[in-house]
């Protein structure tokens, strides 16, 4: 606008002096006094309203000037508002403190868990069918840890995490899609742990066995594909093509996981040069653990890099007081190449049993990359093969290809999975028609 507005100007700046030119030089020749006069004063009247436009032009300049200069200033003390506001509410929150504090000020509580649930699609060889579920290979939690430092670098805990797992995938089945609600007090114990002396536990809690035939390094192990294979669709059970055989899958396959979680004593050895550690533990009702590990680091599976490689591992051998069973022997074993993402997971477990020894082994090929930018994507194939594992069962066999995409701001996982189960049965069993099942489902944590 004030481009054109001085353009203006200058135009008929332009025009006043040729006009004055042409009037004063070739018609003066031609015309009186007089008539020259009255000629100027028609022109000087013209010029008088052009300059009137043009003040009108300047003062509306001005006035627009005047206005993007009050804009201007209104914006810049938005601006500084804002930031005082979120200044405050910044101190605000620093003075307040934590929102969720522990009733001993020298003890420090921090609150986690999870939620996963899952839709699973199964066809039985009978029919096809949808159960809504809360997915057991990593159901549904939350967990209250208390940790105080003692002194001389050691730290003493207590640890609550509860399972709320309704309608657990390993409980529902075609004859019962509303299995209600799972309660389970995972573990409930007090803890010390000095990095040069170990960790001793006392409680309901991990037994040395615990999680030993189940160490994997990929991506899809944590909410979907893992050596538990069943654990998605436990609870769903084999037909004979017309009825319901009464073998669930989660009878039929086992990876053969020590002692699970019991109330028990527990020790573990600090960590020995790289990652070695051993553990022991004595669990109700007459069992017992003993375990040995690579990167285990008090359970966390911190690994340990072996050049371009990350290793975990782990052998466990444990009594699980279990009529006609010597002893249990497990143990499973990760490598992950860090620059690919490639990853290979093997698993192990067997009964040595009075009749035929039941056994179970497991391999996975996992792949970890970073499609999308909000987080990485995995992918597994895995297989397995089971013997003995019920006592209607013969072979066992099943296969998977899983997926999961991580959304790191949400502490979210998207997962999905297909799994085929086949299994023949002793003599005298029914015969079974093999499983498909098909798994969607998320893990958000917090």
């Not at 990760?334 to 490639?342: A, C, D, E, R």
Request: glycine share 10%; with cysteine; net charge negative.
């Amino acid at each position: 606008m004030a481009v054109l507005r001085f353009d203006r100007l200058a135009a008929f700046c332009g025009t006043l002096v040729l006009t004055l030119v042409l009037t004063l030089g070739s018609a003066s020749a031609q015309m009186t006094t007089d008539q020259r006069v009255k000629l100027l004063e028609e022109q000087l009247k013209i010029v008088l309203q052009e300059l009137q436009a043009v003040k009108s032009e300047l003062a509306a300049t001005r006035a627009d000037a005047e206005r993007a200069k009050t804009t201007a200033q209104a914006a810049q003390d938005q601006a500084v508002e804002v930031k005082q506001a979120q200044d405050a509410a910044a101190k605000s929150q620093a003075e307040a403190g934590p929102v969720v504090t522990s009733g001993n000020p020298k003890v420090k509580l921090a609150i986690s868990g999870q939620i996963n649930r899952a839709v699973n699609i199964v066809n039985d060889g009978d029919d096809t069918d949808a159960f809504f579920v809360d997915n057991d290979v990593s159901n549904s939690r939350v967990r209250f840890v208390g940790t105080g430092d003692v002194g001389g670098g050691t730290t003493l805990g207590t640890l609550i995490e509860v399972a709320i797992s309704p309608n657990n995938s390993y409980d529902v089945s075609q004859d019962s899609e509303d299995a209600g609600d799972f309660f389970d007090e995972r573990k409930v114990e007090i803890f010390a742990r000095n990095d040069d002396y170990g960790q001793f536990s006392i409680g309901k809690g991990a037994t040395a066995s615990e999680d030993t035939a189940e160490y994997d390094l990929s991506l899809v192990a944590g909410p979907i594909m893992y050596s538990g294979v069943a654990d998605p669709v436990g609870g769903i059970q084999f037909t004979d093509g017309d009825s319901l055989t009464g073998i669930a899958v989660g009878d039929a396959f086992f990876n053969f996981d020590g002692n699970g979680r019991e109330d028990r004593v527990r020790y573990d050895s600090p960590v020995v040069g790289p990652g070695i550690q051993l553990s022991v533990s004595a669990d109700s009702d007459d069992r017992y653990d003993l375990a040995a590990t690579w990167g285990g680091d008090y359970g966390d599976w911190s690994g340990v890099e072996v050049g371009e490689f990350l290793t975990l591992g782990a052998v466990a051998i444990s009594d699980p007081n279990i009529d006609d069973v010597d002893y249990r022997l497990d143990g499973s074993a990760s490598v992950l190449h860090l620059p690919t993402g490639l990853s290979l997971t093997v698993s192990a477990g067997m009964d040595k049993a009075d009749g035929a020894d039941p056994y179970n082994i497991y391999g996975k090929l996992g792949w970890d990359t970073e499609i999308f930018s909000f987080g990485q994507t995995g992918f597994g194939v895995d297989f397995t093969h089971g013997s003995n594992v019920c006592t209607d069962c013969d072979d066992g066999n099943s296969a998977g290809l899983a997926a999961v995409q991580v959304v790191e701001d949400w502490g979210l996982e998207l997962y999905s999975q297909f799994r085929w189960f086949s299994l023949d049965t002793e003599t005298g069993a029914p015969d079974t028609d093999d499983i498909y099942a098909v798994t969607f489902g998320s893990r958000a944590k917090f």
